[in-house]
């Protein structure tokens, strides 16, 4: 493990980490923690518990609250709103040839309507109402707002720029939380940004596959809808002053792209957004947790500065780090469900000492575990601690 002195203060640890600078030690920072942030009372709280835990963690712009209950609780950031035009109507019915009830939403824009319809399983978490972006239509819609060219006219009214009050009250909250990362030393992450994913939402993402060769002008247009969108919502948060802004990327793996066509489809607009975080000073993650080793050299020639959600049962670590680890950051290398919320504490502890042994010679190496710790239980909190504890070991 790569060490230097004096002692690194957290911001500083992870930055040199980011920078493939020396470090103190491997920083260890959880990119997601739901099992905690459940049992706080708000955000400033979860952030203090993990100091406490002695984690590098980071402050994120905005923040986000314990509970959060919206129509894009999928996509971490700023609110995302429609153009003043929109009228949103919605009802529910049993059609004759669906066994489940299905919610039914229309969005009548200046530039047509568009419909989505949904079946209504028992765990569909949201009442009677479908929200705009969010995992759960995807797996259950029999219709999306979106499904052909003639419909982008009126997504574009479904994704309008940051409203002058939504980016106050960003800055506003933004000062509380940027005193709280100085006083503490923390680094500042941002985002969350979104491209291939959010056509999960409202396209769907088998079809996504397909018109990659049977419509590519008509994906590519609807991707570059997403980036301009992306990329205004981006401005907002970089002008805060954040150390790092943070794309999602969990659909823009090998599941839905071939490598040509990643390279074709997602690589230049991921190098525009690479370039927009670079000249405000900022670094860019690049959130992607499985089926990405095919990836890897593209994402590195993109600039990407860190990948997120290096997951040891999807990756060959020492392959990865041997192809982009002088290159691009790697942050993660335990698993968070199987390992840490239903292993072992010796399986922790082995999985820790694999990650540092293998990722952190050399540096550019960020500990976590991959993608979440969604849960608190006694077992949990045993087997955090003892990834903390080994870690610790390893300084």
């Known amino acids: 493990m790569q060490k230097s002195s004096p002692i690194l203060s957290s911001r500083e640890r992870m930055l040199a980490a980011l920078d493939g600078l020396p470090v103190d030690h491997t920083p260890c920072s959880f990119m997601l923690y739901n099992g905690l942030k459940s049992t706080c009372n708000s955000y400033e709280e979860f952030v203090l518990r993990q100091v406490e835990l002695g984690l590098d963690t980071c402050v994120q712009l905005p923040g986000r609250p314990p509970v959060v209950v919206n129509d894009h609780y999928n996509l971490h950031g700023l609110p995302v709103r429609h153009d003043p035009a929109v009228e949103v109507v919605e009802w529910r019915e049993t059609p004759g040839d669906e066994e489940l009830p299905v919610l039914f939403k229309e969005y009548r824009t200046p530039a047509g309507t568009l419909r989505v319809e949904v079946r209504q399983t028992d765990d569909w978490r949201w009442g009677n109402h479908v929200p705009f972006l969010d995992d759960y239509i995807t797996s259950r819609a029999r219709r999306f707002p979106v499904n052909g060219p003639a419909d982008l006219p009126a997504l574009r009214c479904l994704l309008a720029e940051p409203a002058a009050a939504d980016v106050d009250a960003f800055r506003a909250d933004a000062e509380s939380l940027l005193a709280l990362a100085r006083r503490h030393d923390l680094l500042v992450t941002g985002g969350w940004g979104v491209g291939a994913d959010l056509i999960g939402w409202v396209y769907g993402l088998e ?21 301009t969108w992306n990329r205004a919502r981006m401005r907002v948060v970089l002008d805060a002053g954040i150390d790092l802004y943070v794309k999602r990327a969990w659909y823009e793996n090998t599941d839905f792209w071939t490598p040509a066509a990643w390279r074709k489809f997602i690589q230049p607009i991921l190098a525009a957004d690479v370039r927009l975080a670079h000249e405000h000073g900022a670094r860019l993650g690049y959130l992607i947790t499985a089926k990405a080793m095919p990836l890897l050299d593209l994402i590195a020639e993109a600039g990407v500065d860190v990948i997120i959600g290096v997951d040891p049962r999807e990756w060959d670590l020492a392959r990865a780090k041997q192809q982009v680890g002088d290159r691009v950051c790697l942050w993660g290398g335990v698993n968070g469900h199987l390992t840490v919320e239903q292993g072992d504490e010796a399986e922790v502890r082995s999985e820790v000492r694999r990650a540092l042994e293998t990722l952190a010679p050399g540096g550019r190496f960020i500990l ?26 390893g300084w």
């Open 207 to 227: 079809r996504m596959v397909y018109v990659t060769y049977d419509q590519p002008d008509f994906l590519a247009e609807m991707l570059d809808i997403i980036a």
């Open 368 to 393: 976590s575990p991959v993608d979440n710790v969604r849960e608190d239980s006694p077992l949990i909190r045993r087997n955090v601690a003892a990834l903390i504890d080994e870690w610790q070991r």
